[in-house]
């Protein structure tokens, strides 16, 4: 065993992974190691480690392509010339791995939303996230003044009209828009409740958030809000 300060919690999920999912998902990791991958959804969703894909959609190796960034946002399409994560991932679902469909999972108390709504002091040139979280000022705009609002339930909204945004933006690339016109692509907006395990789907006529798979959630959790 070399020595490493490689934390031990890693390690011991590691062997946990060997066995109990490598062994019950050996083939499929063959086959994927053999065929290449070929998901047909891409996600795009918050860094933030309450809310990973993977584990909330219950996915196994080889079904999810996943883009994480902080609060799960995707720039404008802009052609500079830059070093562009999200879009260089958002190329490859598209254009190699014809994905069929994109998710944009948003989640509750995000710390990136709330920096933006909180943190108001002028942005010095190395203040990366308050850069990145000025992305979401058409949803704030959208949302519109918090007035009188709580502030957890007008976080709520910022949270959930970013991910709706964040739609609008993946439709300014050309290889997003076109497909989805033709039918080969469909976008999603979704949103996950941390505490209570809800998830919600926007609903593309109203606009609206709804809870998925509610029955069963308040079979087994009752009703906690969120
Ligand atoms: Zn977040």
Redesign the pocket.
Known sequence: MPTTSFPQHLIDGYRAFLGGRLRSEQDRYRELAEAGQSPEVMVIS?C?SRCAPETIFNARPGELFVARNI?GLVPPYTPDGATRAVSASLEFAVKALKVKHIVVLG?AQ???IRAYVEDSKPLSPGDFIGHWMSLIEPAAKAVGPRGDMPLDEYLTKLEQASVAATLDNLMTFPCVKILVERGKLTLHAAYFGVAAGRLFVRDSASGQFVQIAANEHAKIFGTPRF
């Open positions: 918050c933030d609060s989640h995000c710390g990136g």
